[in-house]
Nanobody
Framework: QVQLVESGGGLVQGGGSLRLSCVVS????????MGWFRQAPGKEREFVAA????????RYADSVKGRGTISRDNAKNTVYLQMNSLKPEDTAVYYC???????????????WGQGTQVTVSS
């Protein structure tokens, strides 16, 4: 049974930082591209970042470029998203996902976590 469990969300003041983690079980993490997405109330789920199976390639949404860093530790079956200089518009539920290609679209990812809430106050 594949499980992706996110953690690290919470309430943070604008300008602050958070490090989200996603622990994966039930699949061979090094065989998968990993992505982070987010969904704000009333909005569609949107791409945030993705990382190749080896970690050598990364991709970011324009909205987080320069503020977000995605990384992975295959030995620990964990993927991370470091977010700095947080803004109120970053408020959303953040999801990690596993897929086979470096893509920005949700259908490209097969497995999803339940999400962790990030709230940024102004």
């Amino acid at each position: 049974q594949v499980q992706l469990v996110e953690s690290g969300g919470g309430l943070v003041q604008g300008g602050g930082s958070l490090r989200l983690s996603c622990v994966v079980s039930g699949l061979t993490l090094r065989s998968y591209v990993m992505g982070w997405f987010r969904q704000a109330p009333g909005k569609e789920r949107e791409f945030v970042a993705a990382i190749s199976w080896s970690g050598s390639n990364t991709r970011y949404a324009d909205s987080v470029k320069g503020r977000g860093t995605i990384s992975r530790d295959n030995a620990k079956n964990t993927v991370y998203l470091q977010m700095n200089s947080l803004k109120p518009e970053d408020t959303a539920v953040y999801y990690c996902a596993a897929g086979r290609v470096m893509a920005t679209s949700t259908p490209s990812y097969t497995y999803w976590g339940q999400g962790t809430q990030v709230t940024v106050s102004s």
